[in-house]
């Protein structure tokens, strides 16, 4: 592989801000980072884009309380988002217009076989994340109006994209590719690509911190349980299997998706129940997994309804955590041999009874969770197993725009220490 330059850095030397932009469809969320110390100078979001109910929410965090500011009306579309957006950066004395601004990073969902790594955005590599549509419908586009929106308003920051793909590209091809026809799959660029990579590397790595060794040294199984959720091994700081597969519906149980079923379901609800194939897409992605079991998605009130002795909500936990169980049993298999389980995300840093629950009964795996050290609540990096366990178990609370900041940074910074150019990501594949 080869990488091409073509966009000469254009940061100035003293800039050392970084603007984060995760670009939904309805939604933006950013944050403005200062790279000198890695400290966050804002945060924020807008939501419900496009609505009459549109809300930004923004926080400065430079003074010492930080007291969040609300804006509510119609925010027309991503561009004007962005604007607002930046109007409060100003307000609080950290305008987009500012020398100090490095470079833009952008979450970008489906970066496909060639993005390994993250990439200086040109009209070539947009052209590219353009052409991965097909497989990542919802995604996609929405991470593509951003990037535009961005590239308006600074036409002269490198915009960086950083994928949620790239982390897992090092998976063999016996774990990525499907058992099926292999020129079907080829033709349609049907492979288990995987998700979340962003909070897989960073949650791996400090896992390793956490362990005291470096990356390189350890195998670590990641249950990355937020509303969606999704697990992965890791071996020697490199990905070789995770749950998430074309699409982010494959694996564990989530909030609203099934996760694994078996394929011909589908072509019986399509043949007998009669449904389209996007009233099937819409039960899977947005109807399924706890909601569907249980009909709420949000773990803490399925816990709740669990003490009130609900069964539906019981029936919906345990099928979760069966799934979990699966997952860490076949990772152990897959790794041969495990130094941690780490949980993160939402469910993962803040749920023990999801823990307790998937962890209970692997004793024949080393992985024992101590009760006390469980229920201790923190926002940092914590071990929660006995210091006897064979394994680790811990918790890792996840931070994806600061491994997109870092990413972005590192990025610009060593093209600017070569004092010339920046690379744009793999030529071939
Ligand atoms: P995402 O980024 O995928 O939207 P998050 O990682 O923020 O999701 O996780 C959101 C989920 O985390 C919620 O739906 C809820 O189930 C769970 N969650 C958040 N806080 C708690 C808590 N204190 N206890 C249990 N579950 C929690």
Known sequence: MTTTPTKKGSAAVQARRVLVLNSGSSSVKYQLLDMNDRSRLAIGLVERIGETTSRLLHTPLTGGDAETRERTGRIADHAAALKAAAEELAADGLGLDSPELAAIGHRVVHGGLRFTEPTVVTDEVLKEIERLVPVAPLHNPANITGIRTAQAMRPDLPQVAVFDTAFHTTMPEYAARYAIDVETADAHRIRRYGFHGTSHAYVSRKAAELLGRAPEEVNVIVLHLGNGASASAVAGGRCVETSMGLTPLEGLVMGTRS??????????????????????????????????????????????????????????????????????????AVLGRVDAVVFTAGVGENSAPVREAAIAGLEELGLVVDAGLNVVRSGEPRLISPNYARVAVAVVPTDEELEIADQTFALVGRAESDGQEMPVGQVDN
């Open 259 to 332: 996760g694994d079923i078996d394929p011909a379901v589908t072509f019986h609800l399509k043949r007998v129940a009669g449904m389209s194939t996007d009233e099937i897409d819409v039960l899977l992605n947005n109807k399924s997994g706890l909601v569907g079991l249980c009909g709420d998605n949000d773990m803490r009130e399925i816990r709740r309804r669990i003490d009130e002795g609900d069964e539906r909500a019981a029936l919906a936990f345990d099928i979760y955590v069966h799934r979990l169980k699966k997952y860490i049993g076949a990772y152990s």
